[in-house]
Each structure stands twice: as C-alpha cells, then as structure tokens.
C-alpha cells in the first residue's frame, strides 16, 4: 500500500536531523552491520599482517640496540601501520578502503558530505581502542546498537559509513538560479543542519518524480524549514525549489573552498614538518 505524499512529506521534513524515511531509501542507505564487518575483516586483517610483517623484518634486520631504542622504533612502526596508514588512505580516498571497495561502502559525515582529515585522525585515534585493544568487540557492539551501525569512533567524528551500490543511478547536479547567484553569495547560511539540507537535496534531486500536488507541498514545507537559518531573506517571490538549489549550491561551493583550503594548509604544514628533519 503507498503512503499518503502529505505523511511522507510530514516525515521528510519532522525527521530531517536523522533523514529517514524516503529520504534514505532513495539516497543514502547506512551499511549494515555485516557489510561494515566484513570490511573491518579485511582492513584490519591486512594492517595486522602488514604490522606483523613489519616487526619482523625489524627484529631480523636491525641490530640489536638499546632497550629504550628499540622500544621507541617498535612504537613508530605501531603507530605507522595502525593510525598513519588508515588516516592517509581513507583521507585521500575520501572515506574509502581496501574493505569498502569490497563490499561497496563508503564513510561520509552526518550530512552526506566528505569526510576530511579531522574526521579520519578521530577515527583512527578511537579504533585503536575499539578495535585493536577490545579485539574489535567494542565496535561491534557499537555498530549494533546505534542508528546508522556507528561505532565509537564515528559518533567522535560525525561520521557513518554508506552502501555505495544501493545509490548508484546518479542524480542531476544542482544549479544555481542566475537570480539569486547575488543573493546567495552575500547570504548568511552556516547554521544550516546538515540533516536539511540532505532532506532539501534529495527531495529537488528527485522532484521530477513527484506529482506536482506533492511537489509544490515538499517544497513549501522545506523552503519554511530552511528559512530561519538563512539570512537575509531571499528576493521576494522566489519560488521554493529556487530557493532551495540557490542555498544548497551556495552551501556547496563554500565547503569545497574550505576543503581545498584546508588541504593546501595540511600539504604546508607537512612539508615544515619534514623540512627540518629531511632537508626537504
């Protein structure tokens, strides 16, 4: 039995924070706790061979030394294999890894978007605990018991992982609305949850599908919710849906120059580092 498009519209818009409902089923589907096992297996079981590996390359071809020397290299190699490594490449993957690209999953923010060095150090730093110290048991459990199978280092870092596959037919990209570039550009919209804005998107990028009764509703009753965190206010007369794809643009092209800034600021700050101790 279909729902009513009033209910559906109702739930879009009340549980936007967690998007839910149609939202999710036509977007962004969380993994499932097998998928998100079945990935940890196959990362985690190559760190530790590669860890393992490591180590004893290390013990039979260095010489002997110290025994506080020898503990701090032991340190380095740990510290390389299990946070060094997993940061680098599931920050220059964008949420990706061996695993993931097995069973097509991916880990993005609360709000859809990318994940970005913060995110990946947090949890790194946090599956040392949950993974490795607890034997995975404490990530487990985790992912069993929240919503969207976050373990402990994603509710840290605002993170969930995503089936890729379930999402695969790509939607059209959002345009700006040449009357409102103006506007939009000078527009205060930092305070947007994440949450509606996933809802706005999804709901403009699957707009053509709706019947237009339900479509002139979804699109008042977003472009209402999103209001009070945009100021000013848009030209009035601005029609709904070129309210929403003007802010949701906006919003876009801002965080891509905060990402491509921080990453310009990450490269600098790695090569002072390096600089001094390798004549770089």
Not at 2 to 26: C, F, K, N, Y
Not at 189 to 208: D, N
């Amino acid at each position: 039995m279909v729902s009513e498009p009033v209910s559906s519209s109702e739930r879009m818009i009340e549980q936007d924070r967690v998007v839910t409902g149609e939202a999710v089923a036509l977007d962004i589907v969380p993994a499932t706790l097998g998928n998100r096992m079945v990935s940890g297996v196959i990362d985690y079981g190559l760190t530790a061979v590669g860890l393992a590996l490591s180590l004893l390359t290390w013990a039979t071809v260095l010489p002997r030394q110290s025994t506080a020397a020898e503990m701090t290299q032991a340190s380095l190699i740990v510290s390389l294999w299990l946070v060094v490594l997993p940061l680098a490449v599931e920050t220059l993957s964008r949420g990706r890894s061996a695993g993931r690209l097995v069973v097509g999953t991916r880990v993005v923010r609360d709000d859809g978007g990318a994940v970005r060095l913060r995110h990946c150090l947090v949890r790194a730093l946090v599956a040392v605990i949950e993974v490795w110290t607890t034997s995975g048991v404490l990530a487990v459990c985790s992912c069993a018991v929240t919503r969207r199978g976050k373990r402990l280092g994603d509710l840290l870092a605002g993170t969930y992982e995503v089936r890729e596959r379930d999402g695969a037919q790509s939607a059209p990209p959002l345009l700006m609305p040449p009357e409102l570039a103006a506007w939009a550009a000078q527009a205060d919209m930092g305070a947007l949850p994440g949450g509606l804005a996933m809802a706005a998107r999804t709901f403009l990028q699957r707009a053509s599908s709706t019947r237009p009764e339900a479509r002139a509703r979804l699109a008042a009753q977003l472009a209402d919710a999103v209001a009070p965190y945009v100021a000013p206010a848009p030209p009035a007369g601005t029609h709904p849906e070129r309210f929403l794809a003007a802010v949701l643009v906006e919003r876009r092209d801002r965080e891509l120059s905060r990402e491509m800034r921080d990453r310009e600021l990450d490269e600098a700050a790695a090569t002072r580092a390096l600089r001094p101790r390798y004549g770089v």
